[in-house]
């Protein structure tokens, strides 16, 4: 197993530098990453498809997204409103005298980056976690995913190329392509390291957790775990659009194979002959789905297995004909009463494939007690009509406590990369849900408050001296302005 100390020790060296580089250097810097990655070109879409045998479009899509956040989290930089800077000046004859202090964000140290399985390019070597820590001054050491290895690598050459290019310290950036388990706790428990960011699997995600809250240091890991994303299916909506509803869910579920995080994984709606029929369409739309390979043999074996796991519990009824094979990701749908999902927890288990199960409750009741059963999700949606929301103004309300993104009338796949955006949500969807992993407000989990008391002009960082230089938004003794203070 290579080094971890001496990455590590070499990744803390870097922050000393690196930190402290300007915002425009590090902008410039994300900006040649993503114009390396683009003059990879087809190589480096070859070489995912080969890896991943996900089709073109989709990669070509998905390598489109990973250089737009990079240029994003460059524009952000060169804005500095990121930096939340905050300005109290004195007031030496109040009693006692109020002291000059200013605020700003800082990063927080070396972050280690887990590449995600399903996204070997967005959530992996210069996905949104790279991208943004690199933003807000943070070295980062990639651990690549096993499953695309050579794909990871073009792109860590592509990164340390811009390195070479802007100048920036060596070991800002370093590839560890270990695939032993022990590299990547070894790793979260060294003491150079800062932050951790990961997405996967849940029992993945909460091992890397555990082992930063048992340092003598504990760090915080943002780990984003996978979701089943419940949907509501109100019945005046199915009684006037369940055809298309049911056309637009089959979309949703098969998506790449169903190996989205946003995978619309558990369906709940009121036991009526809108449903019944709902249920009927969806199956058929699903049916007609052409099967691809998954992403690699563990995710399909692992469908293999949890679907047919699912499948075989008590109550359950499958509505499609096919079922998964060992080689083949058959798409399922299944169904259950609301009775029968509220005794058996393994039911609300995602199964991470093109799967879905539908739950019949009794009434609106039960089906509040189904939706609140199902612990934090990243995402959730309710489908209905003006008429079905003025007879459940209730389900609104109870929607925030469930996920991070609710959605009214729409598919949960399909992450816009946007400012608004959260992705993110309660436990055990991520380990910290006052963040997201998606848009600009994910540079906040890299950063850290430090407030400057008393200090000289001349010495404070160029975000709080009294002329704004910048020309940034700060808040001024409680005003939101791009002014200068008034020495």
Known sequence: MTNMNNITLNASIAYEKYSKLSTETRAQFLDTI??????LGDELLNTANKETHLPMPRLQGERGRTCFQLRMFASMLRKGDYLEASIDTAIPDKTPPKPDIRQMLHPVGPVVVFGASNFPFAYSTAGGDTASALAAGCPVIVKAHPAHLQTSTLVAAAIQKAIETNQIPEHTFQHVTDTDFSAGKALVQDDHIAAVGFTGSRIGGRALYDYASTRKNPIPVFSEMGSVNPVVLLEDALVNNSESIAKNYAGSITLGMGQFCTNPGILIGVKSAALTLFST???NELKTVVVAPMLHEGIQS????????ALAQTGVTCLTDNTPTSSSAFPVLTTVDGVTFLSNTHLA???FGPYSILVQCEDTEQLIQVWKSIQGQISTT???TDKDFEKNE??????????GRILLNGVPTGVEVCDSMVHGGPYPATTDSRFTAVGVKAVRRWLRPISFQN???HLLPIFLQNKNEKSIWRT???????????A
């Open 394 to 403: 209730n389900l609104l309300a109870l929607s925030i406590n469930i996920a």
């Open 34 to 39: 993503a114009n390396n990655i683009e003059a």
């Open 382 to 384: 309710i489908m209905g």
């Open 281 to 283: 369409q969806l199956a």
């Open 302 to 309: 692992a469908y293999f297995k949890n679907s047919n796991h």
């Open 349 to 351: 288990e995602e199964v």
């Open 476 to 486: 001024i003794n409680g005003e939101f302005t791009k002014s200068d203070v008034n």
């Open 455 to 457: 200090w000289p002009n």
